[in-house]
Each structure stands twice: as C-alpha cells, then as structure tokens.
C-alpha cells in the first residue's frame, strides 16, 4: 500500500456500514484520511463525524437540514451541501482516492457512477448499485481505471475464495444466508409476523431496511444478482444455502467437487477493512473465529415456498433488462410501508409482483431509461401499498 493515507469519500456514515467504516478509519489514521463524508438525515451525528475527522465536506441528503449542518461546521471551515445532485457530484474531485458506498437503496446508484466515470475506486456496501444497473456498472468499469471491492460478507468471502483460482475450475458459487428471523417459522406463522418479529435478526445488527429484506430473503435474491455482475459466473450456476450460524459467508465449489469456504466472525468490518485496504488484510479488525465457535455448522436448502423473494433473483436474470430496477423500487417502497406497520409482511411479495406486471419492460436500458423505471415503479408500487393497507 501507499505510505500516504488513502484519501478516502464515504457515501452513508451514520448507517451500520458507515459507522463500522468510521471505526476503521479511527483505528489508522496511517491508512486511511476521510476527505468527504455523506449522511441521509441523521444530521447530528454527521456533524460529529465531521468535526472529528475534519473533511473536506460534509453532505447531507435532507436539504432542509442544511441550514443546522452549515452552524455546526462552517466554523470549522469543513464546506456543506445537500442533496442528492450535490452527493453525486461530491465523488468525482481530484483529491479521492475510494469512495465506500455505504448508502441504503437506489440512492447509491448515481454517486457510484460518477465515481466509476472519474476513476475513481469503489468499495461497494450498496448492493442495489448492481442489482439495479449490473450491466451499465460493467460497461462503465471495462472504460475506467476503477476498481471495485464489494463490502457484502457474502461477495467479499466469494473473492477472496477465488483468490488464485482459474475460472474455468469454478462448477458454482455457494451464497450462504442465516434464514432470518422466520427460518424455523411456518407459513402461516409468517403471514402474520409482526414488525418487531422481522426486526429480531437472529445474528446481525443491521438497519432496519435491510433487515426486512434479509427476513424476506429479497436480500438473498438481490445477492444472487450482484454476484452475476461481480464475477460474470450465469445465474443457474449461483445457489443459496441456509447456514443458520453466519460462519461461513460463502463458498466456491470447483470442477473437481472441492469446495473452498470463508469463514469469519460475523462482524462487518472484516470485509470492509478487506475492501478499503485493496484485497490486502489489517491486522486485528476482529476477534479470531475459535474452532469451538466451528464446533456445529449447519447447512440447509432454502424454502422458496415460505420466502418466495427468493424467486426473484432468477426473474431477474433471466428477463435482464429493467426488470430488477422495477423489483428494487417496488421492494423498497413496500418496505418502508411495512416499517410503518401499513401493510403486513406477506404484502411486501405481492406488491413487488403486481408492479413488475404493471411496469412496461425495457430490454436493453441506457442509464435514464432506469431513473424513469424506478420513479414510475415506485408510484405504482405507493399506489398498491394504498389499495392494501390495513
């Protein structure tokens, strides 16, 4: 590595990811100096994060929200905006090197871009940044100097594992997930789960958007899809495998039927410090995996009766085209409308569905040909998010 610190911009700091990032960067300043830093609304604890580690700038989503960042760290000469065009345009200047998308949803996919069009590297948390736009992603990475790490557990546990490894020996990857808080839940058990039953993760401390996503397993499905892009392996050669201790975080099967595993505490900043410092390991980022934690390791096939999101990662793949940016928009719309306790869990299935039929289907998108799918998506899916509420 550089002896000089690596300058780097983090897109989403107050968020799980983000604030595990921040640890990161608290713990070396040798490695690492934080030049730009973003939050969606969580205004105070961005002006914390600032007026500790001194940015160049500091951006929060929220317009309205401005005015009370500006008080607190203009004094401290650390420049202030707002806004998502101000969040896509604060990635692109000479002085980063990495941006670490850590941002929730759609609203990554942008300043990702950008980044990726000045050359930017890339140490993704934001899965949707794939999931919605793989193929432009791709397109767009083959032309530029950018590389990109992926901060998932489950992609970072992939690349390492193939660290060394021929493509052609690779039969199929392995995507481990916990099952989430219903694993053991029958179907109707889940039709009726409660938000707080959702939120009960059995292994994980993540936002709560995700959270009902990994209860749904739609996570699974969008992980599915972003390994496709990351390691242009075809989608019937990508598998899900429960794996109730969150141990092993993915596993590679080759042509000769070994399988080669990552395993690790489950503890994000593993693979984010794995990402930050190019494929290169810090030592003491976590506590060591003991044998006696190895001691029992299940593994199961996943019920996509139960957990049908799971089905969605192959519609996607196989219909291409805008198809998994009108499921993103459509999950992310239904899920706020459960975390606001409108709809019941069920629903957010049904929701996604129903705005895929609706949705005109697009086969080869340019990038505004995905911002139109995903605001017209999201108004079909508010306007069935209506016609359900309880």
């Known amino acids: 590595m550089s002896s000089e610190p690596k300058r780097i911009a983090l897109l989403g700091a107050t968020g799980s990811i983000g604030r595990q990032t921040i640890d990161i960067i608290r713990r070396h300043p040798e490695l690492y100096r934080l030049v730009v830093v973003s939050a969606g609304s969580r205004v105070d604890d961005l002006a914390s994060i600032a007026a500790e580690f001194r940015p160049r700038l500091a951006v929060i989503g929220n317009a309205e929200l401005l005015p009370r960042l500006k008080s607190a760290l203009e004094p401290l000469g650390i420049a202030c905006a707002a806004g998502a065009e101000a969040l896509a345009d604060s990635v692109v200047a000479d002085d980063i090197d990495m941006v670490v998308t850590a941002t929730v949803g759609y609203s990554g996919l942008e300043p990702t871009i950008n980044a990726i069009r000045a050359g930017k590297d890339i140490a993704l948390?934001?899965?949707?940044?794939?999931?919605?736009?793989?193929?432009?992603?791709?397109?767009?990475?083959?032309?530029?100097?950018?590389?990109?790490?992926?901060?998932?557990?489950?992609?970072?546990?992939?690349?390492?594992?193939?660290?060394?490894?021929?493509?052609?020996?690779?039969?199929?990857?392995?995507?481990?997930?916990?099952?989430?808080?219903?694993?053991?839940?029958?179907?109707?058990?889940?039709?009726?789960?409660?938000?707080?039953?959702?939120?009960?993760?059995?292994?994980?401390?993540?936002?709560?958007?995700?959270?009902?996503?990994?209860?749904?397993?739609?996570?699974?499905?969008?992980?599915?899809?972003?390994?496709?892009?990351l390691f242009g392996i075809e989608s019937d050669r990508i598998d899900a495998v429960v794996h109730p201790q969150s141990i092993v975080h993915s596993m590679i099967e080759f042509t000769d039927g070994a399988i080669k595993a990552q395993l690790g505490v489950p503890d994000m900043r593993l693979p984010i410090a794995y990402a930050m410092g190019y494929n290169n390991r810090l030592a003491g980022v976590s506590e060591p995996l003991t044998l006696e934690a190895m001691s029992t390791l299940t593994f199961e096939r996943p019920d996509t009766e139960r957990f049908p999101c799971l089905t969605l990662a192959r519609t996607a793949l196989e219909r291409r085209g805008n198809t998994a940016c009108i499921i993103n928009a459509a999950n992310e719309i239904a899920v706020a409308a459960f975390l606001a306790e409108e709809i019941g869990f069920n629903d957010i299935y049904d929701i996604i569905v129903d705005t895929l039929e609706a949705m005109p289907y697009i086969a080869n998108p340019a990038y505004a040909d995905y911002v139109a799918s995903n605001a017209e998506a999201r108004t079909r899916a508010a306007e069935m998010v209506d016609k359900t509420k309880k």
Request: with cysteine; glycine share 4%; proline share 5%.
């Open 125 to 229: 948390a934001n899965k949707e940044t794939l999931v919605v736009a793989g193929d432009l992603v791709n397109a767009l990475l083959a032309d530029s100097p950018s590389r990109l790490y992926p901060i998932d557990s489950e992609h970072s546990a992939i690349a390492q594992c193939l660290e060394g490894e021929k493509p052609e020996h690779v039969r199929r990857l392995l995507i481990t997930a916990s099952g989430g808080p219903f694993r053991t839940w029958t179907r109707e058990q889940i039709a009726s789960a409660t938000l707080a039953d959702a939120l009960r993760h059995p292994n994980w401390n993540m936002g709560r958007k995700i959270t009902i996503d990994s209860a749904t397993m739609l996570n699974k499905a969008f992980e599915i899809i972003e390994a496709h892009h």
